[in-house]
């Protein structure tokens, strides 16, 4: 294949860079709604809710798991500044599962307007994401 | 011929300077390794960040938001970004080099120029001249909440209209060895020159143009700013190891050459004393 079929992506977070390669599609979750990139899109700036991005490469599907941010687009990349990003295969579910878990205990303890809520509602939320795109990244590979 | 005495005095006082500075190269080189890794992991975000914001902008009219306004310049902030503490070579100098010559060069040109000094050594070294200073701040650690804090005094400042025109001078990181000093324009943001259709083309932005813009611009800045004091730390101790070790070298070597002195030194001593037993027998024979 020649190298036109290609866009560069790369996914940043304050921490890291956690991915940059060649792919062929990208989704990922806008702020208004998901959306797909091919090659030769129009170029394009939104904001990113917390979600899953895939990007589908030649040899394989590469899902991670990102919490907002932004996503640049243009003809030829992807540019994702995420809050945080982690890719699925980094993803420990035991880890994962016994945060979730904590913070569903938590959860039970407090009602909504506890000033800890938000904090801990954010780890629910954050866990079961990660969770989620693992197993979407099973079903798929 | 300096005394036995002396001799041994200043060596003793050369080797606790070597111990000094050793401790201090060790010390710097077990910060520069944290501040290493700290600037290799925000650079790839900071770097992206800048694009996607110079891209942006360079397809935005300028009246659509008060920090892309372009207006006469009249006014001038320059950002020293200096270190807290000397004894790190030449890295401090570099700075007020530049940024002394980066004043004389433009002073004419606007009607005022004012300083924030980032660093107390930059504090030090500009509060005796006849400059204006509008903020002088101190960094003992380099941390995003203080990027904040610089970059929230200056984006108010653009916004209001108390200046026209933002530059930066900073020391990147590359080697322990090397720094690369910067100067910057950060506001105005500098827009793509380039006859690419593709660059010029309008974005599709959602949700809006103006909120991308409140959320991207403030954001990108103060990254920036993080950025340049995450470079500016790790060049200080990279600066301050390559001094501390050539400091140490030298005290080696003033070491061994005060050593060869005081045993030639005591060598003579010894013969003269020699020369006196043997002369005195030699009298009390006769």
């Known amino acids: ?141 | 011929m300096a005394s036995l005495k002396d001799l041994k005095n200043r060596i003793g006082s050369v080797q606790k300077t070597e111990q000094i500075t050793s401790a201090m190269r060790m010390v710097a080189a077990a910060k520069l390794r944290r501040a290493q890794s700290d600037i290799i992991a925000a650079r790839p975000y900071a770097i992206k960040t800048n694009e996607v914001m110079v891209s942006l902008v360079t397809r935005t009219n300028p009246d659509m938001h008060p920090l892309l306004r372009i207006r006469e310049p009249r006014k001038c902030v320059l950002v020293v970004v200096a270190s807290d503490r000397g004894l790190c070579g030449s890295f401090n100098q570099n700075v007020f080099r530049r940024a002394d010559a980066f004043i004389k060069e433009n002073k004419d040109k606007y009607e005022e120029l004012s300083l924030v000094l980032v660093g107390k050594r930059s504090t030090d070294f500009f509060k005796r001249k006849p400059v204006k200073i509008r903020k002088s701040v101190v960094i003992s650690n380099p941390s995003y909440e203080l990027a904040s804090e610089i970059g929230d005094d200056l984006i108010e400042g653009y916004i209001s209209g108390e200046f026209d025109e933002l530059y930066i001078i900073f020391n990147e990181f590359k080697s322990a060895m090397t720094q690369i000093l910067h100067e910057d324009r950060i506001l105005p943001v500098e827009r793509i020159e380039s006859d690419d259709e593709m660059v010029k083309v309008e974005y599709l932005c959602e949700p809006t143009e103006d909120v991308l813009l409140d959320a991207l611009l403030p954001m990108s800045l103060k990254i920036f700013f993080y950025r340049a004091l995450l470079e500016s730390a790790a060049s200080e101790h990279g600066a301050r190891m390559t001094a501390m070790e050539s400091a140490s070298g030298n005290a080696a070597d003033m070491i061994e050459k005060l050593s060869v002195k005081y045993n030639r030194a005591r060598q003579a001593a010894i013969t003269t004393e020699l020369m006196e037993v043997v002369s005195g027998a030699e009298a009390l024979k006769g």
């Open chain 1, 1 to 141: 294949m020649s190298d036109e079929l290609y866009m560069q992506l790369d996914v940043v977070t304050p921490e890291k860079s956690v991915l940059s390669r060649k792919v062929t599609e990208v989704i990922a979750p806008g702020s208004a709604g998901e959306f797909g990139v091919l090659i030769g899109h129009t170029p394009f700036l939104t904001t990113l809710k917390s979600g899953q991005v895939v990007a589908k490469a030649e040899d394989r599907d590469i899902f991670l798991a990102v919490g907002g941010g932004f996503a640049e687009v243009t003809s030829d990349r992807v540019i994702i500044l995420a809050e945080s990003a982690v890719l699925a295969d980094d993803i420990d579910e035991k880890m994962i599962k016994a945060d979730l878990d904590q913070a569903q205990d938590k959860l039970r303890g407090l009602n909504k307007e506890d000033p800890d809520f938000p904090r801990w509602d954010g780890k629910a939320r954050e866990a079961e994401l990660k969770l989620k795109v693992v197993e979407n990244w099973r079903g798929k590979s």
